[in-house]
């Protein structure tokens, strides 16, 4: 099952900014919204952003996501040793002979 | 508050059967699509497949038609996965999510249910 493409790691220090992409294709990205999870070890995967760019209740503004054709990208202004997680993307893929959800590879996020 | 809660982690032996169980509260069940997700050890997440408890309608993803089976039960609001004969590559934590939209990803994850499966 093929995935979206996300870089392994990113680092920034405490107070900084990061940002994530997440690179499909037509049949995803392109054509569908995004959505990005935050998973931290034992817990359950929390949803941060959906629709590409909409924020739920009580996710703080320090979040936000971008979509441009085929990529997407995630952005985390105000770095806090809390934000250390993985992030997923995920969109729907409509490429094979059934529409289900693609993930991306996960980004590890150390905030130094 | 949305909660999937997850029936607790199994340890079987490859040729064996198993059904995980995944219990939706604080939200209509019957309204809301709940799907399935696996990651491996140490690998990525990969989508399932899904239902929708109001008709039972079910989707899977190509990778894992006819390799597993989703179910619910709308009167004890509860959604299942269910193997036939678990291999070793089963090995896994399995979630569940709720979905708004077919065609959209995820919002609301359980928070996961490891089965081991080896001999």
């Known amino acids: 099952q093929s995935v979206l493409t996300q870089p392994p790691s990113v680092s920034a220090a405490p107070g900084q900014k990061v940002t994530i992409s997440c690179s499909g294709s037509?049949?995803?990205?392109?054509?569908?919204?995004v959505s990005w999870y935050q998973h931290l070890p034992g817990t359950a995967p929390k949803l941060l952003i959906y629709?590409?760019?909409k924020r739920p209740s009580g996710i703080p503004d320090r979040f936000s996501g971008s979509k441009s054709g085929t990529s997407a990208t995630l952005g985390i202004t105000g770095l806090q040793t809390g934000d250390e997680a993985d992030y997923y993307c995920?969109?729907?893929?409509?490429?094979?002979?059934?529409?289900?959800?693609?993930f991306g590879g996960g980004t590890k996020l150390a905030v130094l | 508050e949305v909660q999937l809660v997850l029936s607790g982690a199994e340890v079987k032996k490859p040729g064996e059967s198993l059904k995980i169980s995944c219990k939706g509260s604080?939200?209509?069940?019957?309204?809301?699509?709940i799907g399935w997700v696996r990651q491996m050890p140490g690998k990525g997440l990969e989508w399932m497949g899904i239902?929708?408890?109001?008709?039972?309608?079910?989707r899977y993803s190509p990778s894992f038609q006819g390799q597993v089976t989703i179910s619910a039960d709308k009167s004890i609001s509860t959604a299942y996965l269910q193997w036939s004969s678990l291999k070793a590559s089963d090995t896994a934590m399995y979630y569940c999510?709720?979905?708004?939209?077919?065609?959209?990803?995820?919002?609301?994850w359980g928070q996961g249910t490891l089965v081991t499966v080896s001999s």
């Open positions: 999510v709720r979905h708004v939209r077919v065609a959209e990803p995820p919002d609301y």
């Open positions: 604080g939200y209509r069940f019957t309204s809301y699509w």
């Open positions: 239902i929708y408890p109001g008709d039972s309608d079910t």
């Open positions: 037509s049949s995803n990205i392109g054509n569908n919204y």
């Open positions: 629709e590409n760019d």
């Open positions: 995920g969109a729907w893929d409509t490429s094979l002979s059934a529409g289900h959800v693609l």
